[in-house]
């Protein structure tokens, strides 16, 4: 694994289904975010992670739980899946609060809600 | 919380000449502003970025401009070329107390030949 890495790359999902969505980073960053990606609404926060052990909500965390169990993953849940959750995802993640550096970013989840 | 403004939405410019897209944010404290640039079917990747105790940032053909009195930043491209079709995307964040980025809603950036 070379920076951070989402799976899967795409999905197709019936509404109701529940879904994991994996993030995996070894660069040891601290900080850690989902965002999702719809046309002309730009990038939307989901959820966030400033550190192992603690989560946080962004802009449209209705519908999606995540966890921090350690610092290399930070998975995204969506219980129980509807339409509107067809988007791409991206996990993110970042150096130490305060670091001033930009994020990286993994390549995305394409998922499809039918 | 923090706002961010991006204009224009989609932007044409011929090949050679300069592109310019322009981000207004809304909270004082900002004080860190990356852009980013994704092609099609890929993740967004930093190509520059500008912290509040500058007012200018240039790497070869990209520069970034900050004027923290009116809140506003903007990304200037120059000789721009056909693999400079992309979206763009702004961001501000404050340092802190708060990792998060704000992104703008992006600029669909086409060269023409």
């Known amino acids: 694994i070379a920076g951070i890495t989402q799976a899967p790359t795409s999905q197709i999902l019936a509404a109701g289904r529940r879904m994991t969505l994996r993030c995996t980073q070894d660069?040891?960053?601290?900080?850690m975010y989902w965002y999702r990606q719809d046309l002309g609404l730009g990038l939307r926060l989901i959820h966030y992670?400033?550190?192992?052990?603690?989560?946080g909500k962004g802009e449209v965390p209705d519908g999606y739980s995540v966890s921090r169990a350690n610092t290399d993953d930070f998975p995204l849940t969506l219980a129980s899946a509807v339409p509107s959750q067809t988007s791409v995802y991206f996990c993110?993640?970042?150096?130490?609060?305060?670091?001033?550096?930009?994020?990286?970013f993994g390549s995305g989840t394409r998922l499809t809600v039918v | 919380g923090e706002n961010v403004e991006q204009h224009p939405s989609t932007l044409s410019v011929q090949e050679g000449d300069s592109a310019v897209i322009k981000c207004t944010y809304s909270d004082s404290a900002s004080n860190y502003f990356p852009w980013y640039k994704q092609e099609l079917g890929k993740r967004p990747q930093l190509i520059i970025d500008i912290r509040s105790n500058v007012g200018e940032k240039k790497d070869q053909r990209i520069a970034v401009t900050l004027n923290k009195t009116a809140k506003h930043f903007s990304l200037h491209i120059t000789e721009t070329q056909p693999e400079d079709s992309a979206v763009y995307f702004c961001a501000a964040r404050a340092n802190f107390g708060n990792e998060k980025l704000t992104f703008g809603t992006g600029t669909r950036l086409t060269i023409i030949p």
């Open positions: 660069m040891r960053h601290n900080a």
């Open positions: 993110a993640s970042s150096e130490s609060q305060g670091s001033g550096y930009g994020y990286t």
């Open positions: 992670s400033n550190t192992a052990g603690t989560t």
